[in-house]
């Protein structure tokens, strides 16, 4: 069982905020992609870039590449 916890347009928004989601989405993808490794790893972990939530292990991914944002959700 796969538990999907967060959406990705939120987590996107905590590292590339700007007033619209799909700019935050996008901007993420686009950082993802542009890194083999955090790509390669979100992959073997189930990652779906079409897909509008993470698991668990994909966040931890995220903030292992990415580190801790200052900025808290909303």
Do not use: C
């Not at 901007?27 to 993470?54: K, N, Q, T």
Request: glycine letters at 4%.
């Amino acid at each position: 069982v796969i538990y999907r916890l967060s959406l990705g347009i939120q987590v996107a928004s905590v590292y590339f905020p700007s007033s619209y989601s799909t700019s935050n989405a996008r901007s993420l993808r686009r950082y993802i992609r542009r890194h083999p490794d955090f790509y390669a790893d979100l992959l073997e972990a189930g990652y779906d870039e079409r897909d509008m939530f993470l698991t668990p292990m994909q966040i931890s991914i995220i903030v292992r590449y990415m580190g801790l944002s200052e900025v808290p959700p909303k």
